[in-house]
């Protein structure tokens, strides 16, 4: 039907052997559909246009319209820093084409991802039993783990309270969290935080004392915006004391779990009962991938099972993936982390967070050194945010543009107790501490 197609793979090999050793381009970024349709051309024709012009028309035309997630200098939103060990395993992983939902179908593939979740499981110091699997982002673990809590609750309770459920989290919550209570039709109860932004352990006590509906708290082990890791201990305590699940949302900071510099901060992690992370921010994998672990993957089997006829013949003893979250076809995503880690081991993954720490703590004590800015919070984990006295928003959005355009460097405003600041997110072992102090410069 389709030949032998190895001119096409040929050349696809060929392709991505060279990009994942070629140097990032800064200056790749996004251009509107009628421009990419005017150099593009047609694509979809009856009889194809053949691989050769298509993957010409994905060199010249669609990949430069991709922005470089792994500049060292891309440090707006969060980005990602793949090794090219990772990138190089996520060809291998996609030629295999593995069923990653059940044990029968992908075991050695599984395994393996498994390896990787047991590395992460220690760190959080979980006992033995405890698991996990890997889906497609920090949203989907975010709502497979707070499904898994919300099904476990109701099973304790016997029935629905009359008002409906309630999950509890501070206002610095990833929007995720958001979007999950949508989804399962809860309502959020808004813990306030400290002076310091941090969801702590007697203000969330306040608020289990007043509503017997809460099912999940959800803390943050690195807030998207700040960094900020949450007061874990103390929240474990009042959790346990109520008996409510505690969710830990590590999907950009859980990866400081293998810093010793800052593991204190996450002390009481060790009686979470779920936690995720996203491998694709802080853990040099490539997208998407995020690390959705359980305490007990048995509560997670009895709420994300799923039942049929053409099931019937699962293995329902062995390890199903499938069976952990809200999925049933899986592709191994987490194989890239896998290979990348067993590659370089866990002591050069250990050194390369400690490196992007570093990075932000010296680029913040030379915001704080300097005359024409201001350095706004310490930092927790490796997000730096300060703010240029006397500029306007607009001034900010001008300044933030034109270094983009440059490709100076990609870093973005937001906002910090309502004002318009500057925000710089550090997940890139590659980036120098002096080049983007260099560039805060011209601020000035
Ligand atoms: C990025 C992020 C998420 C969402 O993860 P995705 O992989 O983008 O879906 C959730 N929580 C936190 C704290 C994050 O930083």
Known sequence: MWGDESDVVDLAIEWSAKRVVRHTDPLSTARSASE?????????????????????????VLEPATRSQDDPLNLAYIAAAPTRAAIAFDFVTSSANIFGGLWEAGAGAIYAENEAIAWLVGLLGWPEGAGGCFVSGGTSGNLSALLTARETALTRRGSRPPGGWKL??????????????????????????????????PALRVELERSADVFAVVASAGT?????????AAIADVCEEFGVWLHVDG???????????????????ERADSFIVDPHKWLFAPYDCCALVYRDPQLARATHSQHASYLDHVDRESWNPSELALHLSRRARGLPFWFSLATHGTDRYRDAIESSITTAQE????????????????????????????????????????????????????????RTVLRLAFVNPATDPRAVIEVLETLR
Request: charged share 20%; hydrophobic share 45%; glycine share 10%.
């Open 36 to 60: 990419l349709a005017a150099d593009a051309g047609p694509t979809i024709t009856a009889s194809g246009i053949g691989g050769a012009a298509a993957l010409d028309v994905f060199d010249r």
């Open 168 to 201: 509890a989290c501070s206002a610095n919550a990833h929007s995720s969290i958001q979007t999950a209570a949508r989804a399962l039709d809860v309502d959020i109860l808004d813990v306030p935080v400290d002076e310091r932004g941090h969801l702590t352990g």
């Open 224 to 232: 998207t915006n700040e960094g900020i890791v949450d007061d874990l």
């Open 251 to 269: 999907a950009y900071g859980g990866a400081g779990l293998a810093a010793p510099s800052v593991r204190h901060r996450f002390d009481g992690i």
């Open 363 to 418: 680029v913040a004590e030379a915001i704080r050194a300097s005359d024409h800015l201001q350095l706004l919070r310490e930092v927790e984990l490796s997000v730096v945010i300060f703010e240029r006295p006397g500029y306007t928003d607009a001034q900010y959005s001008e300044w933030s543009h034109e270094a983009a355009v440059s490709g100076r460097m990609l870093c973005v405003p937001t906002k910090w107790n309502g």
